[in-house]
């Protein structure tokens, strides 16, 4: 089955970057779209940003010129570059992807999550 897994996570000050990245690996035959998500205590999992497989992008307008999303198609691997990080950017962020396997089912995958802390 398809699995996506993440690193980058961490711990940072306020002003800091991180990078995050998500690889997919499996029986695939396409990936149609990557995205991160994140979710904070209390609140809703929200879209950060996506990216499609012909490399177009969507932000939420809290991360709009700050994070940076992209992809190495080669390597079924998307990116998150977060700079100039906020404590509000505190979360849990998941990776996502929409596949279609070799057997041409289409699915939606998620990744296990990885926490960010920007704090003093």
């Known amino acids: 089955q398809v699995h996506l897994v993440e690193s980058g996570g961490g711990l940072v000050q306020p002003g800091g970057s991180l990078r995050l990245s998500c690889a997919a690996s499996?029986?695939?035959?396409?990936?149609?779209?990557m995205g991160w998500y994140r979710q904070a205590p209390g609140k809703q999992r929200e879209l950060v940003a996506a990216i499609t497989s012909g490399g177009s992008t969507n932000y939420a307008d809290s991360v709009k010129g700050r994070f940076t999303i992209s992809r190495d198609n080669a390597k079924n691997t998307v990116y998150l570059q977060m700079n100039s990080l906020k404590p509000e950017d505190t979360a849990v962020y998941y990776c996502?992807?929409?596949?279609?396997?070799?057997?041409?089912?289409?699915?939606?995958?998620w990744g296990q999550g990885t926490q960010v802390t920007v704090s003093s």
């Open positions: 499996g029986r695939i035959r396409s990936i149609n779209a």
């Open positions: 996502n992807a929409l596949i279609t396997t070799a057997l041409s089912l289409e699915n939606n995958y």
